[in-house]
């Protein structure tokens, strides 16, 4: 089991960047696949994007390829979603989860954070 904690949220405009980070702590943190996961109120929550434990394998979703990077600093235990060209569409609270290997199913995912809000103003 892994602790979570995301940071980095805040209110944009289009066309802005913003840099979301997350936390993972616990004995195993370093064995363990992450992920991003967004949700809009009253919509399901949505695969971003997951990277491996080595970062050596990286996945996106289609909306985000090519404007979003996530990457890992294993010394930091910390991994990062760099956004850029943020879209009014991207505003969500933004989640980070943990499993091995990366998933791109929510239900996959046991250990979350608590989320970060995402606002984009057009």
């Known amino acids: 089991q892994v602790q979570l904690v995301e940071s980095g949220g805040g209110l944009v405009q289009a066309g802005d960047s913003l840099r979301l980070s997350c936390a993972v702590s616990g004995r195993t943190a370093s064995a363990y696949a992450v992920a991003w996961f967004r949700q809009v109120s009253g919509k399901e929550r949505e695969f971003v994007a997951g990277?491996?434990?080595?970062?050596?394998?990286?996945e996106y979703a289609g909306p985000v390829k090519g404007r979003f990077t996530i990457s890992r600093d294993s010394a930091k235990s910390t991994v990062y979603l760099q956004m850029n060209s943020l879209k009014p569409e991207d505003a969500a609270v933004y989640y980070c989860?943990?499993?091995?290997?990366?998933?791109?199913?929510?239900?996959?995912?046991?250990?979350w954070g608590q989320g970060t809000r995402v606002t984009v103003s057009s």
């Open positions: 989860a943990a499993r091995f290997g990366i998933s791109q199913h929510s239900y996959e995912y046991v250990d």
């Open positions: 990277i491996s434990w080595s970062a050596a394998i990286t």
